[in-house]
């Protein structure tokens, strides 16, 4: 069972759109962590919100931490062919706690 | 390059067999984690180890076991192999202090177990 739910599942655009990935949970995290993992690889960390409402840009993601804290978002602006990949946000308590993860194709 | 090194990289064998895959930590992380990944259920944690004794324990079954030995690296094994286990199973490791995870995960490339 997963505690975050992540929607889309797939999202399929052309480059240079924008797109926005979504996970939410019925729990209250103490923060949260976004991940992206490519083909063959294992995931690699994109950033960590802490603070309820906090929104963080790196370059073209930005992401926000739901006032809450059970919620959260990863907008991508511009979106690149190196943008393609699965997204996974990340319930920090004690360990990681996964939602299934978003399947983003960027199209050249 | 994450730092952690997942060994094998692909393993292949029947059902009943057991296996054994092996994970080094990055140099001076003490926190070991296990991960399950597949197409049906995403990544699921399995267990942690910090410091060479068990933290925190998952969705792990009672056919897996695992251990983190002086050196700091890990072993996961798995017996009597059923198809459904076939996976990813990813090692992962962090900078932990005290009971709290506060910080990044670091994870290997993985290794693909496919029971036929």
């Known amino acids: 069972t997963q505690l975050l739910e992540q929607s889309p599942q797939f999202l399929s655009i052309q480059e240079g759109e924008n797109l926005t990935v979504y996970c939410n949970s019925s729990?209250?995290?103490?923060?949260l962590q976004w991940y992206r993992q490519e083909p063959g690889e294992g995931p690699v960390l994109l950033v960590t919100v802490v603070t309820g409402g906090e929104v963080k840009k790196l370059k073209r993601l930005t992401f926000q931490f739901g006032d809450a804290r059970k919620d959260s978002s990863l907008h991508i602006t511009a979106a690149q062919p190196g943008d393609t990949g699965l997204y996974l946000c990340?319930?920090?308590?004690?360990?990681?706690?996964f939602g299934a993860g978003t399947t983003v194709t960027v199209r050249a | 390059d994450s730092g952690v090194t997942q060994t094998p990289k692909h393993l292949i064998t029947a059902t009943g067999q057991r296996v054994t895959l092996r994970c080094s930590p990055r140099?001076?992380?003490?926190?070991v984690y296990w991960y399950q990944q597949s197409l049906d259920q995403g990544l699921q944690f399995l267990i942690q180890y910090y410091n060479g004794e068990e933290r925190a324990k998952g969705n792990i079954l009672e056919r897996f076991s695992a251990q983190q030995f002086p050196d700091l690296h890990s072993e996961l094994n798995l017996s009597s192999l059923e198809l459904g286990d076939s996976a990813l199973y990813f090692c992962?490791?962090?900078?932990?202090?005290?009971?709290?995870?506060?910080?990044?995960?670091?994870f290997g490339e993985g290794s693909r177990l496919t029971v036929l």
């Open positions: 729990s209250v995290f103490s923060s």
């Open positions: 992962a490791s962090s900078v932990v202090g005290g009971d709290t995870y506060t910080g990044e995960l670091f």
């Open positions: 140099s001076g992380d003490l926190s």
């Open positions: 990340a319930g920090v308590d004690y360990k990681l706690s």
